[in-house]
DNA sequence: ACACAGCAACTTGGCGACAAGTTAAGATGA
DNA sequence: TCATCTTAACTTGTCGCCAAGTTGCTGTGT
């Protein structure tokens, strides 16, 4: 199995490889026990340590699960939702449209501290309110994106007492009269959860997040909305960022 | 500093909390010592192990090295390209526009095994040969992404001769009197390296890459060119995702 | 023949002792 | 006084033993 490749690649990396292709070509299926850490070691011929921490990787990756006394398992593989990342939609249309089972709970909305970068980017002066909304998103009952609205109470008079029951923004903003929204400036990239977000998305300290930050504005009067940044879990989707 | 969380956190995410708190809000600088495995212990009143197992995440993000016998010290945070991610310009035209020192390392030019998903996307038969075409992307001498192409001999007759040369497809293609491109049905995804990949990149195992798969069509003929399959560092990279 | 307790052989989980490397201070000798 | 070696006290790295949990077999008593 692993063929003698030339060298300095540590063992570790190479159990990881090995199971991993496993997994993707199918030769083990899901729930199937994996061979025991001593088994592993003597068969690469290395520390049941080196094993073990291979082992741990793919268990906070997400692709295994271990019971003490039993042994490893495969999980099964959590099928990916493909989402349109940019455009003029909602997150909550989004996925209507693509006909997810979708529920939001708003977790949070309070007064932040100022902060230079953020209140120029909503054109919000050192002496306005600005307030962050957060919702978490769940599809099937699982939560799979956090997501956090910044808006200025100069702009929203009533944020402060609306904002813990808000589920959709677009929703709220049309009840304002707002018609056509665009976002712009949308910038995308990789963290790890810290232990909060962690807790809020129900997964392991391995599973990438995708950020994307955005300034939401309203097409009618070219006014930025709100800056918007959103943590989606990237082992449960795949994103389609074509453009039309 | 740890200020009692309510439970359920498992220290060793605590740990990492508090050290990228402190990095990102440059309480500590690059270079700086980061106190001793034991030092940490006594601190969070947690064994070595928990303390070790932190750092060593810590170190396989890219945020942190270590010395044997030393101690461990905080890495220089390396600056994040903001990249243009679709568009009809090539990833070579893109780098330079942006005005940085791109360098393209052709390191494959392979015939591929029958394979009915792919070959469907360039609309190759059984019969056609495909290539796969693999180049690394360096700037400032570091390996930031590896390109992938596949194409077949049915469009491009010479490309078993030429593959091996080509460090641009674009360029290419344009040598061949093809003009405008777009790029068709991109999907965003994310992924660990294989080892492999990790020797190319010559990053640890725990630095997310982003993978971006799409077909690049000739406007003109609406053709489809490519499959073509970056891997990206994200580390090294901010995405811009703006729609225009 | 059956039920059940106990034990042995496995599994994963955790910790502590030691190995290996670095540094700086202090003893030793020319 | 100065150069050099020794040593002790730190650092991170590694390994192996034992704890904890599960399973199934086996012996024993009814």
Redo the contacts with the bound molecule.
Sequence with gaps: MQGGLPISVDMETQIIDDVMQQIVSKTMKHGEK???????AAKYK?????V?NA??KL?ERGYIY???????YLKEASTQIQLHLTGKTSFTDKMKEAGYDLKTENILCEMIAYNEQLFNKINANKEDSVYKIGRIRYINGEPIAIHYSYVSDKMFGEIEKDGPKIKSMFAYYRKLGYKEFASQKSLLSITFPTSEEQQLLFCKSMIPLIVVESECIDVASNEVLEHTKILYRSDKFKYDITMD
């Design positions: 994996i061979p025991s850490e001593n088994e592993l290395v520390p049941r340590m080196t073990r082992l741990t268990e271990s019971i003490q006394g039993k042994g490893r």
